[in-house]
């Protein structure tokens, strides 16, 4: 319950952060991209190691969604 609890609030984040109309590609790949990392590496994580699989699919994603937003701000 308390996993799910995290993951609405973090994907009600990611939506309205997506909505304001001054947000750059950037931003919003590194929002999109934090919560689909968070929500596959909670996935693949177990027992205590969970956390930390989360946080560290909620980095890379994170990093991964800035690059990709980046490259089409270029654009």
């Given at each position: 319950m308390k996993r799910l609890?995290?993951?609405l609030c973090t994907g009600v984040l990611a939506v309205s952060i997506t909505g304001c109309s001054n947000v750059s590609?950037?931003?919003v790949g590194m929002?999109?991209?934090?919560?689909?990392g968070g929500l596959l590496g909670s996935t693949i994580g177990s027992g205590s190691g969970n956390t930390a699989a989360t946080?560290?699919?909620?980095a890379v994603?994170?990093?991964?969604?800035?690059?990709?937003?980046r490259?089409?701000?270029d654009d």
């Open positions: 609890f995290a993951v590609n950037e931003d929002a999109t991209g934090a919560v689909a946080i560290g699919g909620a994603g994170a990093f991964v969604g800035r690059e990709v937003g490259s089409m701000d």
